[in-house]
């Protein structure tokens, strides 16, 4: 694993340079999502005087605008940080945190 030894790797937290093989670092794989559940139309909504089918449609010419990556992103996100030993045991304590 000679390939190894040219990857610099840095704390995505505090910066400090990390090395592989140490065992001093952490990576952390996170996963964002979208609400998954399906829009919930209440019935006042829909029996509101508001042309659904119309808004429906606009919905979707708003979509078409956006690029498929553009959509993609909206929708779900992954991302791969690395953190320093230090950073970590900070960050894992309150990982929502600033
Ligand atoms: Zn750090």
Same mark, same amino acid.
Request: hydrophobic residues 35%.
């Given at each position: 694993?000679?390939?190894?030894?040219?990857?610099?790797?840095?704390?995505?937290?505090?910066?400090?340079? $990390?090395?592989?093989? @140490?065992?001093?670092?952490? *990576?952390? &794989?996170?996963?964002?999502?979208?609400?998954?559940?399906?829009?919930?139309?209440?019935?006042?909504?829909?029996?509101?005087?508001?042309?659904?089918?119309?808004?429906?449609?606009?919905?979707?010419?708003?979509?078409?605008? $956006?690029?498929?990556? @553009?959509?993609?992103?909206? *929708?779900? &996100?992954?991302?791969?940080?690395?953190?320093?030993?230090?950073?970590?045991?900070?960050?894992?304590?309150?990982?929502?945190?600033?």
């Amino acid at each position: 694993m000679g390939e190894s030894d040219h990857i610099h790797l840095f704390c995505h937290r505090c910066g400090a340079q $990390l090395h592989p093989g @140490e065992g001093a670092f952490y *990576v952390v &794989r996170m996963e964002a999502f979208a609400d998954p559940t399906p829009p919930n139309l209440d019935v006042d909504y829909l029996s509101g005087e508001m042309d659904i089918s119309a808004e429906i449609e606009r919905l979707i010419d708003q979509m078409k605008e $956006l690029s498929e990556q @553009e959509l993609k992103d909206q *929708v779900y &996100r992954r991302l791969t940080i690395h953190l320093c030993g230090e950073c970590y045991s900070i960050w894992i304590e309150n990982p929502a945190g600033g």
